[in-house]
Nanobody
Framework: QVHLVDNGGGLVQAGGSLKLSCAAS????????IAWFRQAPAKEREFVAA????????KYADFVKGRFPISSDSAEKVVYLQMNSLKPEDTAVYYC???????????????????WGQGIQVTVSS
């Protein structure tokens, strides 16, 4: 069982930055991939980025490469998403999610993830 708590959302102007955090609790966290997804109104939930717990493997959606670096602090059990150069189209509810993996496979579809944070609103004004 894994419990995830998202934090760090808010309102920011275009071009600004926000840092999201995902605090995890549970046993054997080292066997989980942690990912960020987002969902804008009337749109499907989409993959943003993923990381393994020791930070050695990362995966990004094409639309955030270079803008949203993902990182992990395995000692504190927190995964971060640093969101830079934000655009109005980045406005969405952001969720972190966990998927059991023994080979660092990182899925980009939400159905593969077993545990979810509560979601946090990120709003980027133009």
């Amino acid at each position: 069982q894994v419990h995830l708590v998202d934090n760090g959302g808010g309102l920011v102007q275009a071009g600004g930055s926000l840092k999201l955090s995902c605090a995890a609790s549970g046993r054997t966290l080292s066997n989980y991939i942690i990912a960020w997804f987002r969902q804008a109104p009337a749109k499907e939930r989409e993959f943003v980025a993923a990381i393994n717990w020791d930070g050695t493997v990362k995966k990004y959606a094409d639309f955030v490469k270079g803008r949203f670096p993902i990182s992990s602090d395995s000692a504190e059990k927190v995964v971060y998403l640093q969101m830079n150069s934000l655009k109005p189209e980045d406005t969405a509810v952001y969720y972190c999610a966990a998927d059991w993996s023994t080979d660092n496979t990182m899925y980009t579809i939400p159905e593969e993830y077993d545990y979810w944070g509560q979601g946090i609103q990120v709003t980027v004004s133009s």
